[in-house]
């Protein structure tokens, strides 16, 4: 059995369509997946920005980009923050990092199904996305989500169309699956790849 087709498909281009445009339609599709996910005691630590090319919000979250992700992340149609609400008014939640990447991996799953692409950025400042849109406090600036359609890799810089070629790759099970013992793989030795199962 392989696994879910929308789990093997999902991959993170730089590659986005400078010209494509998602609506707020369906980018309300993709918070309702995000809305739905699974969090600690259903405290729902999942905060987001959105901004879609073109307009303030989208400039705001692209200025915070680290120079690096500025090369490509330009071309996206949509860029999304996401945060984590690390309290509320009963004091300081747990697990709001855990329970905001669930929300992002239904979010980006959801993307694929609707023939969509997506790139999650560590790489921007928090500093700067606080500064520019009044985030409070309590709330904590995590991840950038580009949103977009798969685009041309010419727009690309020499070095970034080549990683855009490469094998994606991971880890083997028997390095991360234990049993009995820590250290003891579960399962043995061999490549477990979607796109190579
Ligand atoms: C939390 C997080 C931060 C990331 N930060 C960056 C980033 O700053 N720049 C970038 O180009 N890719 C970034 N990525 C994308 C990863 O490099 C990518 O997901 C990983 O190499 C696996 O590739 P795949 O998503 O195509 O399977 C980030 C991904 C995650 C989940």
């Known amino acids: 059995m392989d696994v879910n087709p929308l789990i093997a498909k999902r991959w993170s281009p730089r590659a986005f369509d ?21 969090s600690h005691g ?21 200025a ?19 945060a984590v609400a690390e309290s509320d008014e009963r004091g300081p939640m747990p697990n709001t990092e855990f329970g905001l990447g669930l929300a992002v991996q239904n979010l980006v799953l959801q993307a694929v199904e609707l023939g969509l692409v997506t790139h999650q950025i560590g790489g921007f400042s928090p500093d700067a996305v606080r500064a ?4 409070p406090d309590h ?15 010419a727009d690309l810089p020499e070095d970034l169309r080549a990683r855009e070629h490469r094998p994606r790759v991971r880890k ?26």
Not at 49 to 56: A, E, P, T, V
Not at 132 to 135: I, L, P, R, Y
């Open 139 to 153: 709330v904590r600036p995590v991840v950038v989500i580009a949103v977009g359609v798969l685009g041309d890799d």
């Open 18 to 38: 400078g010209a494509a445009e998602v609506s707020s339609s369906t980018m309300r599709v993709l918070l309702e997946a995000a809305r739905w996910a699974a």
């Open 132 to 135: 520019a849109f009044g985030v």
């Open 64 to 82: 915070a980009l680290r120079p690096g992700n500025q090369t490509w992340a330009g071309r996206a149609s949509v860029l999304l923050v996401g």
């Open 42 to 62: 259903n405290t729902q630590p999942a905060r987001f920005l959105i901004g879609y090319r073109g307009d303030d919000t989208f400039e705001g979250i692209f």
């Open 172 to 197: 083997p099970l028997a390095d991360t699956v234990f049993a009995g013992h820590w250290g003891h793989p579960a399962y043995p030795p061999r490549e477990s790849n979607p796109q190579n199962p």
